[in-house]
């Protein structure tokens, strides 16, 4: 039976329906009851009903795809017999019923469903590099305090036998560093939370995201001022570059730059693990690399999507100045603590939250970064005066 056939049939069965139920009406005003054979004829009309929606809902959902699950507007007749309201009325519990019928043949809804794409089209996502290269411990402590070493006189000498020997001298410092805490909120309304579960979630991962994205920048460039994180561009937490613009001759001064501090850093005992650059200044560097003949012999191939740059990994982050440049024992420099994972709360119960059925999202994380060793890392200008 095509589609044509089962609309025929739904529409004869409907006259049927408004026949039988104009019936009950006048057999309840006449004996106060409906009678068992209309009853009867009711549920026979209401099982013939479903059975022809059922049969039009398999031939429409074998022309329609990613529909996301939606099904065809209801007819009259099939909205009546589905209803509560009916199913009281013909198992005599109702003497009168009143349904509201959905209009599915004009106004602003149309009887064919949208083609309703699967998923979520989410907004723009950096990547996040940094913390991949920094070690991290847990912590129970809302401040982090450790002792560091300030300066090593380092006297060693030979000494002749009988001599007095060289002496030399360690001073240290005690550091205080606080927790801190990146938070944010936003509210949705309790439908959206209970009838779009895929998209409650993604308003969760995003929340998520926008805290270790902020995470990301404080990390690097966290001024230390309460709240912020003490991040690797604040004053102390590094050792300039000091390599004046002359030193670096003519031609790619940048990578010559770069390499003098791979060097630097190296004669001062700290292996280079990696160089931390803004996208948009390692976006020059590589189009020196390549567009120079020189260039040519310095570029490294990427290794499993990792850039690198005379053997060094290359991390961009937005999080860095532009025009800056930080290479060196990264791993040795700095340590996370982290005091919470970023966790999310969802409540009701916000201001009024509760008269206004929304729901308030939190996503927070709370952690410090410690700079044990300011010597391991050397930062300055890309282009020095």
Request: avoid cysteine; hydrophobic fraction near 40%; charge should be negative.
């Amino acid at each position: 039976m095509d589609q044509a056939a089962v609309m025929k049939s739904l529409d004869s069965l409907e006259a049927k329906l408004r026949a039988m139920s104009t019936k009950a009406d006048e057999e309840q005003k006449a004996y106060g009851k409906v009678s068992e054979d209309t009853k009867t004829a009711l549920e026979n009309i209401g099982n013939q009903q479903r059975e022809f929606a059922d049969r039009l809902t398999q031939i429409e959902q074998k022309g329609v795809q990613f529909n996301d699950g939606k099904k065809a507007d209801e007819s009259w007749g099939e909205q009546f017999v589905k209803s509560a309201q009916y199913s009281e009325f013909a198992g005599g519990r109702l003497a009168k019923m009143r349904v509201e019928l959905k209009n599915t043949l004009t106004g602003s809804d149309t009887n064919v469903a949208p083609a309703r794409m699967p998923g979520i089209v989410g907004g723009a996502v950096q990547p996040l590099t940094l913390e991949s290269f920094l070690p991290s411990v847990p912590t129970t402590s809302n401040a982090i305090e450790f002792t560091k070493e300030n300066a090593f006189t380092n006297n060693a000498a030979e000494a002749a036998e009988g001599a007095s020997k060289a002496e030399s001298a360690i001073t240290f410092t005690l550091v205080n560093m606080p927790v801190s805490t990146v938070a944010h909120w936003i509210k949705i309304s309790r439908q959206l939370a209970s009838d779009n579960v895929a998209l409650a979630a993604y308003v969760n991962a995003r929340m998520v995201y926008g805290v270790n994205r902020k995470v990301e920048t404080q990390l690097v460039s966290g001024d230390g001022t309460t709240p912020n994180i003490s991040g690797i561009l604040d004053a102390g937490n590094f050792t300039a570059h000091g390599i004046a613009d002359a030193a670096l001759g003519t031609t790619l001064k940048k990578l010559v730059l770069i390499r003098k501090m791979i060097a630097a850093s190296k004669v001062a005992g700290y292996p280079v693990d990696a160089i931390l650059l803004n996208p948009s200044d390692w976006a020059d560097i590589e189009i020196d690399l390549f567009t120079t003949a020189a260039g040519h012999t310095l570029y490294s191939v990427t290794d499993a999507g990792q850039a690198r740059l005379f053997g060094v990994p290359v991390i961009e982050s937005v999080g860095m100045t532009v025009d800056q440049v930080a290479v060196g024992a990264f791993g040795q420099a700095y340590m996370i603590h982290n005091r919470e994972g970023v966790t999310v709360e969802m409540s009701d119960s916000d201001s009024d939250n509760f008269t206004k059925n929304l729901i308030t999202i939190r996503a927070e994380r709370r952690l410090a970064l410690a700079t044990e060793r300011p010597s391991a890392v050397r930062i300055g200008d890309l282009t020095p005066a």
